[in-house]
């Protein structure tokens, strides 16, 4: 098998959302067939470029998986699944890219803020974060605001993630941004948040940074804060 075909064959696993042999994929009937774990295993001991899987395997997926949740063809379930497979890709390849001197993006912080138990858009994000090659601190969901505070000041985080999907909660995340100036720490940081509730408006409104509407648009506002640094 050639370098392409196998880089093809993780992304249609990835898209299938088969992390290995014994998953079904989500057309069916491919029980049995190497799953993405298999395949980026098979290609590493072939000498495929790590960061060509990540790129032309894992991120081409992805955003195949992304139009098709754009078009409603893919659910957050369905977007999950795809997104495991690049988190168990990811575990991977990891010592291989560090080994290959693959560039560290920084340190980003993320969590559900304290009062909120949903993880799932949290969790795609942060994988989703991983693949692109960024140093993920995930503290989980219902995370106190001094321990997000702690974490961005002991991390030296140049990034933060917020997510709450809760009405109720959304209004913790002042209190984080505010926590932040307290200590001297909000112009070192850049917030990002996202949730169903939250917006644009709300994220000007507590003095966040940009407000995302899914993982695949925290990936857009990275790189393009990237490419205008």
Avoid: W
Avoid at 11 to 17: A, E, K, R
Avoid at 24 to 42: A, K, M, N, R, S
Avoid at 47 to 56: E, F, L, R, T
Avoid at 192 to 215: M, N, R, Y
Wanted: proline share 3%; aromatic share 4%.
């Amino acid at each position: 098998m050639e370098e392409k075909d196998i880089l093809e064959m993780i992304s249609f696993n990835v898209i299938q959302g088969r992390v290995e042999a014994e998953d079904e994929g989500f057309d069916g009937g491919l029980e049995g067939q190497p799953g993405v774990t298999e395949l980026v295993e098979d290609a590493l001991a072939r000498g495929v470029d790590p960061k060509s899987i990540v790129i032309d395997g894992l991120t081409k997926a992805m955003e195949v998986v992304g139009d098709k949740f754009e078009r409603e063809e893919y659910l957050i379930p369905d977007m999950l699944a795809s997104a495991e497979c690049v988190g168990a890709a990811m575990d991977i390849l990891s010592p291989h890219l560090i080994q290959a001197g693959v560039e560290n993006k920084g340190k980003f912080v993320i969590a559900t803020v304290a009062g909120d138990l949903h993880d799932i858009g949290k969790n795609i994000v942060a994988i989703m974060l991983k693949g692109a090659g960024y140093e993920v601190i995930d503290l989980g969901n219902d995370v106190a605001t001094d321990r997000i505070a702690e974490a961005v000041r002991e991390n030296q985080a140049p990034f933060l993630g917020l997510s709450a999907l809760l009405t109720t909660t959304m209004r913790v995340m002042r209190e984080v941004v505010g926590r932040l100036v307290e200590e001297g720490l909000r112009d070192k940081v850049t917030v990002l948040i996202g949730g169903a509730p939250t917006s644009q408006e709300f994220a000007d409104e507590i003095g966040a940074d940009v407000h995302c509407k899914d993982a695949f648009q925290a990936i857009d506002v990275l790189k393009s804060m990237a490419s205008s640094a």
